[in-house]
């Protein structure tokens, strides 16, 4: 089994900034894509970033270019730097990856705890 376990939420004021790191924890295990989901109030889980094991990386428009994806590989973790924080922004934030157990025959795709992101205007 994998656990991911997420940290570097909280509050913050309108254009702040904040660091989420998420570490993926086991043995015998791959990490294939990596990304960030988050959810507002209401049942709807939006797609924020993601990047591939070659490191690609891609956004959802309302974070361009104020938020950044990337990974150490070593350390088995991803990370979403939030800079111009808004409002807007303001949800739990989820890490997810797919992951291939070496025993298992196929990937799958394994979720974070959550972590508060709350941006105050």
């Known amino acids: 089994q994998v656990q991911l376990v997420e940290s570097g939420g909280g509050l913050v004021q309108t254009g702040g900034s904040l660091r989420l790191s998420c570490t993926a924890s086991?043995?015998?295990?791959?990490?294939?894509?990596m990304g960030w989901y988050r959810q507002a109030p209401g049942p709807e889980r939006e797609l924020v970033a993601v990047?591939?094991?070659?490191?690609?990386?891609n956004y959802t428009d309302s974070v361009k270019g104020r938020f950044t994806i990337s990974r150490d590989n070593a350390k088995n973790t991803v990370y979403l730097q939030m800079n111009s924080l808004k409002p807007e922004d303001t949800a739990v934030y989820y890490c997810?990856?797919?992951?291939?157990?070496?025993?298992?025959?196929?990937?799958?795709?394994?979720w974070g705890q959550g972590t508060q992101v709350t941006v105050s205007s």
């Open positions: 990047i591939t094991s070659g490191g690609s990386t």
């Open positions: 997810n990856a797919e992951i291939q157990i070496y025993a298992r025959i196929s990937p799958y795709d394994y």
């Open positions: 086991g043995n015998m295990f791959r990490i294939n894509t």
